[in-house]
């Protein structure tokens, strides 16, 4: 064995072997500490990063929750009260007499619907009058302060040339609260 190792010295490459071995125990303790340190290091990393994202979607839900349930708490203190119905339907009848529009049959009642504490208003009747009123009278109710939507509008009678009155069958629909479920309202947020 020894004159094996010095017949190895005797070669030219022989100053090398120390080198090499340095080399082969550095590369050694490299994939050692790559397979122990880093790999256990990026595993945590992943999955702290996995943990962080769901938290952050978390409080992303939270806030759109929250949003949507301002958003709603303000449509619903605009929805007038079931109690508030009759007065609206006076209130619209009054806002055609003043754009000089006729609702000489209007009729109103209420239907249930699938929201809890909630019912639909309906307003339906035939409307006369000229042009330039009418249009007046529907921008009225489009920009009225109350939730309104005029569901079905339809000619029913052209006025004639030298008429120029026009009669229209009208429906106007709302949503009302209950006034039964007032004490469980959401109040909008400050």
Do not use: C
């Not at 208003?121 to 009225?144: H, N, P, S, W």
């Not at 120029?164 to 106007?172: D, E, P, R, S, V």
């Amino acid at each position: 064995m020894k004159d094996r190792l010095l017949f190895l010295w005797q070669h030219p490459f022989a100053p090398l072997l120390p080198w090499v071995g340095v080399t082969l125990g550095l590369l050694f303790m490299l994939f050692l500490i790559q397979n122990l340190g880093v790999a256990g290091a990026q595993a945590s990393r992943e999955r702290l990063e996995k943990e962080w994202t769901a938290a952050r979607q978390a409080l992303m839900y939270h806030r759109e929750a929250r949003k949507s349930k301002n958003d709603l708490s303000r449509v619903w203190a605009v929805l007038p009260a079931e109690r508030d119905f009759t007065p609206l339907a006076l209130g619209i009848s009054d806002e055609a007499k003043r754009v000089r529009v006729t609702l000489p049959a209007l009729t109103y009642k209420t239907e249930p619907t699938v929201i809890a504490n909630t019912s639909k208003g309906l307003v339906e009747g035939q409307m006369t009058g000229r042009y330039e009123d009418l249009r007046r009278f529907i921008y009225g109710l489009e920009t009225a302060e109350e939730l309104l939507f005029i569901e079905d509008l339809e000619l029913a009678r052209p006025g004639g040339a030298q008429d120029a009155l026009l009669t229209f069958n009208i429906k106007i629909a709302t949503y009302l609260r209950d006034h039964t479920g007032e004490s469980n309202l959401p109040r909008p947020a400050q």
